[in-house]
């Protein structure tokens, strides 16, 4: 089982970033996705959760209507799409895979088996 991270970088206020989330040995039917996000200092945050199975998404109320899901295929993974992004969006995503197929208690640690190594994200005035 592999999870790889990938599209980070460093954005202006308000523009766009796209992460990807390539996945390898499961499919997102079989399992949900969560993606997380790590700030110095700061407890790590839930930002969102994307079941295929349940066919339904979750959103930290933070990135509600700035974020969505972008759906790459059911075998090689998912995409988060960032608006709108702001200065406290910066941190390091995780992409990471739930016990479940749908998004259950997604919003704590131990209810996650594997993720990626992280992309970093950085959002500057």
């Known amino acids: 089982v592999q999870l790889v991270e990938s599209g980070g970088g460093s954005v202006q206020t308000g523009k766009s970033l796209r992460l990807s989330c390539r996945i390898s040995?499961?499919?997102?039917?079989?399992?949900?996705i969560g993606w997380f996000r790590q700030v110095p200092g700061k407890e790590r945050e839930a930002v969102s959760c994307?079941?295929?199975?349940?066919?339904?998404?979750f959103y930290h109320v933070s990135v509600e209507g700035r974020f969505t899901r972008a759906f790459a295929s059911a075998a090689t993974g998912v995409y988060l799409q960032m608006n709108r992004l702001n200065v406290l969006d910066t941190g390091v995503y995780y992409c990471?895979?739930?016990?479940?197929?749908?998004?259950?208690?997604?919003?704590?640690?131990?209810?996650?088996?594997?993720w990626g190594q992280g992309t970093q994200v950085n959002v500057f005035v």
């Open positions: 990471e895979r739930l016990k479940y197929d749908r998004c259950y208690n997604y919003g704590a640690d131990y209810e996650y088996d594997f």
């Open positions: 040995g499961f499919t997102l039917e079989q399992h949900a």
């Open positions: 994307f079941s295929t199975a349940g066919q339904n998404s």
